[in-house]
């Protein structure tokens, strides 16, 4: 790194003669949820007997375009306590050896079956509209693979993108200190035989979904991001691309989806008898989705305070109770 040395003599003279600057306190409780708040992402408070529980609402792949400040998430990271990150994959080389082996039953369709043979007559003709405008076969790839190639490469959902909260917030705690880990793990092993032994059938939600995204076409994605900086958690759980994300594995497997939510719960249940602000970065569709970790925290006896995760669904002077509340 290019330094200018003047500077910095100059710097160690008034340090040699001059009383040493008391340090800046630590931030407060309040400060640092004022300051998380700030960043524009959105999140949901805990106050508990003990400290705090700041809960960000995270989506992968925010366009560069949908202004927020993720350096005051830095910030704030900087001055909690711990930092609770998402679900760590356990991969050990045994695992690497069923990626190789496996690679078939996870990318393409049982051996002697084209897309045709699973499909009803009505989605046979929408992908081989895609087919004909992309230029591509998807006759043997499996649904799970032709649904991220028409969500990743043909509508770009993660073109032009910035940082996701969870890389924000890993990195600054790491530079600060302030112990980080994340909320479970899955053994690579579990996950990979769960993928390979799904049937062709429990994707086709997810392709069905993947479709209707990539129809909607491009603007979608921006307008999911604008959802997400405005805090209009409803509009973005009924986008096309979140609602397609939902619907595909491993959110939409009831077993991995399942335990992902159970960790989730419980790790909050744990922060709640811990000192000072617990940072938490949650995927959103976990949080607000129904019976997802909001609803079941409501349930628990949680007083939570942020955006409104739910559409009312009655009149506005009579609130419905466990749909969140703007602070």
Same mark, same amino acid.
Not at 200 to 214: I, R, Y
């Given at each position: 790194m290019m330094m200018r040395i003047a500077p910095l003599l100059l710097l160690a003279g008034s340090l040699a003669v001059a009383p040493v600057a008391?340090?800046?306190?630590?931030?407060?409780?309040?400060?640092?949820?004022?300051?998380?708040?700030?960043?524009?992402?959105?999140?949901?408070?805990?106050?508990?007997?003990?400290?705090? %529980?700041?809960?960000?609402?995270? %989506?992968?792949?925010?366009?560069?375009?949908?202004?927020?400040?993720?350096?005051?998430?830095?910030?704030?990271?900087?001055?909690?306590?711990?930092?609770?990150?998402?679900?760590k994959p356990k991969v050990s080389p045994g695992d690497v050896f069923r990626i190789i082996f496996a690679g078939g039953k996870i990318t393409k369709l049982p051996?002697?079956?084209?897309?045709?043979?699973?499909?009803?007559?009505a989605q046979r003709a929408r992908l081989e509209g895609f087919e004909q405008e992309?230029?591509?076969?998807?006759?043997?790839?499996?649904? *799970?693979?032709?649904?991220?190639?028409?969500?990743?490469?043909?509508?770009?959902?993660?073109?032009?993108?910035?940082?996701d909260a969870s890389d924000i917030v890993e990195r600054a705690a790491r530079r600060a200190d302030v112990p980080s880990e994340p909320v479970g793990t899955l053994r690579g092993e579990d996950l990979l035989d769960n993928l390979a032994e799904?049937?062709?059938?429990?994707?086709?939600?997810?392709?069905?979904?993947?479709?209707?995204?990539?129809?909607?076409?491009?603007? %979608?994605?921006?307008?999911?991001?604008?959802?997400w900086r405005s805090f209009d958690i409803p509009a973005l759980m009924?986008?096309?691309?979140?609602?397609? *994300?939902?619907?595909?594995?491993?959110?939409?497997?009831?077993?991995?989806g399942g335990e992902i939510r159970t960790q989730w719960v419980e790790a909050i249940d744990r922060a709640a008898g811990e000192d000072g602000v617990t940072l938490a970065v949650v995927p959103l569709r976990v949080l607000a989705e129904e019976d997802g970790v909001l609803d079941l925290l409501v349930r628990r006896g949680f007083d939570i305070r942020g955006p409104e995760w739910r559409a009312a669904e009655t009149p506005a002077s009579e609130p419905s109770p466990g749909t969140g509340a703007r602070d």
């Open positions: 008391a340090q800046d306190p630590a931030p407060s409780e309040n400060e640092i949820v004022v300051t998380a708040q700030n960043s524009g992402a959105p999140m949901w408070t805990i106050d508990t007997p003990k400290g705090t %529980i700041v809960m960000v609402g995270e %989506i992968k792949a925010v366009p560069k375009a949908t202004p927020w400040f993720p350096e005051r998430l830095e910030r704030a990271t900087a001055g909690a306590q711990r930092v609770i990150l998402g679900l051996k002697d079956t084209e897309a045709s043979d699973h499909l009803s007559e992309y230029d591509q076969d998807y006759s043997r790839r499996s649904f *799970l693979m032709t649904s991220f190639d028409l969500l990743s490469r043909r509508l770009g959902f993660a073109k032009d993108t910035g940082k799904a049937p062709p059938a429990a994707h086709l939600p997810c392709l069905d979904a993947a479709m209707d995204a990539t129809e909607a076409g491009p603007d %979608i994605v921006l307008q999911r991001g604008e959802a009924d986008n096309p691309l979140e609602v397609a *994300l939902g619907r595909c594995w491993p959110w939409a497997d009831q077993q991995v």
